[in-house]
């Protein structure tokens, strides 16, 4: 079936952006000052999306453009994309991301975010260096550090009299985080908003149709088959669902020795593909929170209830930890994970009210069944344990 799955992964940057070359234009525009005059100002944006909606492709596509603008000019041009997801919304771990960049002589402590911030400016100053720095999945940074933004947004203005060389974009699910910052940073970020809509059947079908070309062999895909996927992934608008659909039907196919993509193929894939269960979910989730995960679902599986309270929980991730002699974490911990994966949508979480005893926290996920969470993340473990 497959001539190329590289088109078809998660790391692969289109070309094009159908359905989004209006906001790649506008992002353009918002950021024509830095190649014109550089120096003169540093834009901020915030973008907003639900998932699948191509904010992660747009601002990479963006990034890469800008590069290729700037280098005739002869303008030190850097773009870096940090996914605050990996570093747990720590500015102090995500600055230091960023510094690694450009130098590997700072101390590894001993500084505060701020002072970190401060090092960066004065390494892009002494290297005649301008950054647009994006900040994918800034949800969970405002979650965990809200306050931090302030001092992204607002640093350069305690070095008047020099030239700006920082810009930012912003990027997250939810545009109601922003309610628990302070104004000032509000105003900052909210003067220039890009809102990315779900797409739409067509928008996805014209998406499907260039992946289909670059990625399957001639004949084996039936124009009907790439709107049928379309259609199955329009009420989502999730690109990525659409496109995990048209690779994991592919695959059926393939291990059916079927010379072309069929409508049970891909159902087939629509019935194995949960949202939680997507590799862009798994990617970021450490050995302990995919072992608090397993615990919960478990939990779930066995009670058969909405939601699982935090102590049993905890007791079934230290069974799990023990099944897979792992030395379990302090419960303290094990909060922090928990708190982690609510702030990147992998589990939700509430106080309980009528029927248990006092208040405790209760855990629960909507987004796939428990027996497939379990079955999922046992497989992984069968995989890479010794």
Known sequence: MFEDEQPLSLEYLPTRLPGRETQLRFLAELFRSVVDKPGTTS????????????????????????????????????????????????????????????????????????????ILLDQLEDKNLHVILALDEADMLIKAEGGSLYNLTRIQEERPGRPTRLSLIVVVRELKLL???????????????IRLDRYSAPQLETILRERVDLSFKEGTVPETLVSFIADMAAPQGDARYAIELLWRGGKYADAEGARELKP????????????????????????????????????????????????????????????????????TQVWKYVQNLGASGVLSTQISTAGYRGKTTLLGVATAPASAIRKWLESGFKATMP
């Open 43 to 118: 834009p901020k944006v915030l973008m907003t999306g639900d998932i699948g909606t191509g904010k992660t492709v747009l601002i990479q596509r963006f990034g890469t453009d800008m590069i290729r603008t700037a280098k005739p000019l002869k303008l030190n041009l850097r773009y870096i994309h940090i996914n605050c997801r990996e570093y747990r919304g720590s500015l102090f771990m995500i600055l230091k991301r960023v510094l690694q960049n450009f130098t590997t002589t700072f101390p590894q402590r001993g500084f505060s975010s701020e002072e970190l911030l401060q």
């Open 264 to 331: 049970d193929h891909v159902r087939g894939a629509a019935n194995s593909v949960y949202p939680i269960l997507r590799a862009d979910y798994a990617q970021h989730l450490n050995l302990h929170e995919k072992l608090i995960l397993l615990a919960l679902a478990r939990v779930l599986e066995r009670s058969n209830e909405n939601y699982a309270t935090m102590g049993d929980v905890e007791i079934a991730y230290r069974m799990a930890c023990e099944e897979h002699k792992i030395t379990s974490r302090a419960h």
């Open 179 to 193: 309610e628990g910052l302070d104004r000032s940073t509000q105003s900052t970020l909210q003067r220039n908003i």
